[in-house]
C-alpha cells in the first residue's frame, strides 16, 4: 500500500493524523538532520499500522517534507 505523507519536523507531541484514504499528517519530534526525521517517521507509522520498521519504506521525498512511504 502507498501512502502520501506530510511530514512536520520539530513538533512537540508525535502523532499520526489521517486525511484521507491514501494521505496522512504526521508530526515528529525528531530535527529533520541526518535522516532523523525520517527515521522517526518510519518508527512511528510502522506502530500505527501494526508492522514492523522493515516493512515501511520511503519511495520518494527523503529531502521534502511531503513524501511517498510504501507499507507492505
Given at each position: 500500500?502507498?501512502?502520501?505523507?506530510?511530514?512536520?519536523?520539530?513538533?512537540?507531541?508525535?502523532?499520526?493524523?489521517?486525511?484521507?484514504?491514501?494521505h496522512f499528517?504526521?508530526?515528529?519530534?525528531?530535527?529533520?538532520?541526518?535522516?532523523?526525521?525520517?527515521?522517526?517517521?518510519?518508527?512511528l507509522?510502522?506502530?500505527?499500522?501494526?508492522?514492523?520498521?522493515?516493512?515501511?519504506?520511503?519511495?520518494?521525498?527523503?529531502?521534502?517534507?511531503?513524501?511517498?512511504?510504501?507499507?507492505?
Amino acid at each position: 500500500m502507498r501512502i502520501f505523507v506530510r511530514v512536520k519536523p520539530n513538533a512537540k507531541v508525535e502523532k499520526v493524523e489521517k486525511i484521507d484514504e491514501t494521505h496522512f499528517s504526521v508530526s515528529v519530534k525528531a530535527p529533520p538532520v541526518e535522516g532523523k526525521a525520517n527515521e522517526a517517521l518510519i518508527s512511528l507509522l510502522a506502530n500505527y499500522f501494526g508492522v514492523s520498521k522493515s516493512n515501511v519504506k520511503i519511495i520518494s521525498g527523503f529531502n521534502s517534507r511531503n513524501k511517498v512511504v510504501e507499507i507492505v
